[in-house]
């Protein structure tokens, strides 16, 4: 022992961790009772994580929206990686309880202050402490007698009382330890409150067998040996709690009926076609069926090679397998085939890997990675026949959310670098190399992939949505160009004016009109007074015939100018230009002052203005703008126009840009006040529109379809089931 570890300011000795305390000073009973609790809590913690996965899972399943659903898998995904460091993060402040107990009289401040500073967080950690109390006053009232007896024989152990609350296997501490432990898990309080039960139920449960363990090493020492042992209430309790359990799981027998009702009537379908599977070898021995278990070794053996997307074309896994009994027939001398069962069950998925190979609305490099999974699928439908019959079967949910995320991908995407179709080829990958005969990983790999679904999902939504608000913000710029079209037209139809004029007017005064509309509207003084400018201005170039047409040009002219100077400055008009335009507007009205018979000698004939007559009515077009269909008319039963009057908002469709080349997009936004049609692509981007018409003219030509967003699994089935009935009526 080193003279310098007795050499330690009093501020530290107080906050000095138990892992600094000399362990020779630590009896070794004291460290055996911790040892042992150690390994029980460890293996309830173990048992804890390992069934929350399943419950969150549960909670999700039975989510009534989206929002919800996320959160438990969400949920999921952080427990699973933060699970290592709470179990270690426990352990290590147990251990650090136990050694606190030799300087017990220092320490035992400092527990019950953590307790105190997580009561006083927000309204959730409030809601949480109420939980925690519950949970621990419910042991104390159950086990309450053995913990006191426990506490007892610590307290002659070390020499010095130690107080309930202070014992390190109490549930209070027990609680502490967990809180502190999950503090950096970042989920809602609902989920919390759900794991605070899952501790109740896997560590608190077993808190008598806790106790009577350490309670008997301790008397095996000569500790307070006479102290009355604690009833044996709990061990009686798990027997009644069993024997009440033996009917409830009865309760599953409806389930499993139904399971194996739909699975016979995809039998009976399915009887034409069995035979598929068989080996090609001729033995005088009637076949023997392998087992089950003896077929899910081969479809793990074939697992191992599926090839590659490029040469998966050319693996039909009806053919492989044939191949590898014939192999097992000619080893053993024996016909081997597969069972009744388990055939259909081959022949079942067979069929619905063909139907959705041949889905027009998957993308053919998703087909391609979907491939991959058909003997992943034929182990899990082999295993749990619920995976026909179920629409919530995680492995079937699992094929339905990568179609229905990969939707909108593009024959012309970067695969390779796109992350969504990176993940998709991690799950894949993860089945073929991980799952032998634990359907739990498609739990897994789903709370996984819709964790990272709904974080694309966030991103492309707030993109559609600011998409929307500027389709939005153009609908109402359009039908302000709308009416400065017919306030110019109003005033500039049939007249013969200054080139110059007409031009300021139609490039020019027609922004200031816009910005007046789109701020004040077109009923508004401000919009009537700009009307009332341009009408000015054009009566100012012309000339008039009326005796006093002179004085009125002189008293309107300054009010005019500054009207017009007003107006250009607020819509940032080049100020060059107009500087140049009020120069020739000046010498306009200049030459309207003359009398028209003044001799034209004494005018140079380069001043006189180019006169045209405004004929066409003015049109104001974007840079943008699309191909103008204005002109064609349809009927209102046109099948075109039924189509698109079939679209819903978040439709996906697919437009032929050309023989090589096709668009997919989703249907964003409908602008009523201009009768847009608005398209994104997946990740939200704006890449498309097209008006109702135009729309229609693409259906009616082939160069748009709709896809079909309903469930992949559901589709697929729903085909197979047919072509069965049509091939049993056929026979």
């Known amino acids: ?113 953590a307790l105190a500073l997580d009561a006083a967080q927000a309204s959730d950690d409030l809601e949480r402490s109420v939980a925690v109390e519950a949970m621990v006053n419910k042991v104390l009232n159950r086990d309450g007698f053995a913990l006191d007896q426990l506490t007892a024989r610590l307290s002659t152990l070390m020499g010095k009382k ?83 359990a033996a009917p409830a799981d009865t309760s599953n027998l409806p389930v499993d009926e139904g399971v194996q009702e739909v699975f016979a009537a995809l039998q009976t379908l399915l009887l034409h076609v069995r035979g598929s599977v068989a080996p090609t070898l001729e033995v005088s021995a009637p076949a023997q069926p392998i087992s089950t278990r003896d077929l899910l070794r081969m479809l793990s053996h074939l697992q191992q090679y599926v ?5 998966h074309d050319d693996f039909d896994l009806r053919n492989q397998l044939e191949q590898l009994l014939t192999r097992v027939s000619v080893r053993s001398g024996k016909s081997r085939v597969v069972g009744v069962a388990d055939e259909d069950v081959i022949n079942l998925i067979a069929m619905l890997f063909e139907c959705i190979l041949d889905d027009r609305n998957l993308p053919d490099s998703l087909k391609a990675l979907i491939g991959r999974l058909q003997i992943p699928m034929l182990k899990v439908a082999v295993l749990d026949k619920s995976f026909f019959s179920r629409a919530s079967h995680p492995a079937r949910r699992l094929l339905n959310e990568i179609a229905a995320a990969a939707m909108g991908w593009g024959e012309c995407d970067d695969h390779q670098r ?47 949505q600011r998409t929307r608000d500027a389709e939005e913000g153009r609908a109402k710029t359009e039908l302000a160009r709308q009416r400065v079209e017919k306030a110019l037209n109003q005033v ?22 816009l910005l007046t509309c789109l ?139 050309d ?11 409908i602008i009523d006040a201009t009768g847009k049609y608005i398209f994104v692509d997946r990740t939200g981007m704006k890449v498309l529109e097209r008006n109702r018409t135009g729309l229609a003219l693409d259906f009616r030509s082939g160069a748009v379809r709709t896809l079909d967003d309903t469930l992949l699994f559901d589709r697929a089935l729903e085909s197979v089931i047919g072509n069965l009935r049509r091939l049993n009526r056929g026979k």
């Open 1 to 113: 022992m080193h003279n310098d570890a007795n050499v330690v300011p009093l501020h530290k000795a107080a906050t000095e961790k138990a892992t600094y305390s000399p362990l020779a000073r630590v009896p070794v009973i004291l460290l055996q009772v911790r040892d042992k609790a150690a390994l029980q809590l460890r293996h309830a913690l173990q048992e804890l994580f390992d069934n929350a996965d399943d419950t969150l899972f549960e909670m999700a399943d039975r989510a009534r929206t989206d929002v919800d659903q996320n959160i438990f898998f969400e949920a999921m995904r952080d427990l699973r990686l933060k699970r290592k460091s709470i179990e270690r993060s426990f352990l290590e402040q147990f251990f650090e309880a136990f050694g606190g107990l030799t300087h017990y009289g220092t320490a035992q401040t400092a527990l019950p202050q």
């Open 307 to 311: 090839p590659a997307l490029a040469a």
């Open 492 to 513: 500039l139809l049939g007249k013969v004016l200054p080139q110059r004029v007409v031009a300021f007017l139609q490039e020019a005064w027609s922004q200031v009109l």
């Open 418 to 464: 796109d992350s969504l179709y990176l993940r998709i080829e991690q799950v894949v990958q993860r089945l073929l190399n991980d799952f032998v005969d634990d359907p739990t990983i498609f739990s897994e790999l789903l709370a996984d992939f819709l964790a990272f679904t709904s974080d694309e999902r966030r991103r492309s939504e707030l993109l559609e």
């Open 162 to 244: 130690l107080l309930t609350q202070h014992n390190p296997l109490g549930p209070a501490l027990l609680c502490e330890y967990f809180m502190q432990a999950g503090r950096n898990l970042g989920v809602e309080i609902k989920v919390k409150l759900i794991i605070l039960k899952l501790f109740e139920r896997y560590v608190l449960g077993d808190t008598d067998q806790l106790y009577s363990e350490a309670n008997q090493l301790l008397i095996a020492t000569g500790i307070l040996p006479d102290l009355k042992l604690a009833p044996s209430r709990r061990a009686l309790d798990r027997a009644e709690a069993s024997v009440h």
């Open 659 to 669: 023989e090589d080349n096709t668009l997919r997009c989703k249907l964003a936004a």
């Open 519 to 657: 701020k004040h509207g077109d009923q508004s003084a401000e919009w009537h007074a700009d009307v009332q400018t341009m009408d000015q201005l054009v009566w100012s170039v012309q000339r008039h015939d009326e005796p006093d047409a002179s004085l009125r040009l002189l008293a309107l002219v300054p009010g005019l100018l500054k009207s017009l100077r007003d107006g250009l400055s607020s819509s940032a008009f080049d100020p060059f230009a107009t500087g140049e335009f009020f120069s020739e507007l000046e010498s306009l009205h200049v030459q309207l002052f003359e009398r028209p018979d003044q001799e034209p000698s004494t005018r140079r004939e380069s001043d006189a203005p180019v006169m045209v007559r405004v004929q066409e009515e003015i049109v104001l077009r974007t840079a943008d703008e699309g191909p103008d269909t204005s002109a064609v008319r349809l009927s209102a039963d046109d099948a075109g126009l039924i189509q698109v009057d079939q679209l819903h908002m978040g439709c996906w469709v697919e437009f032929q840009e």
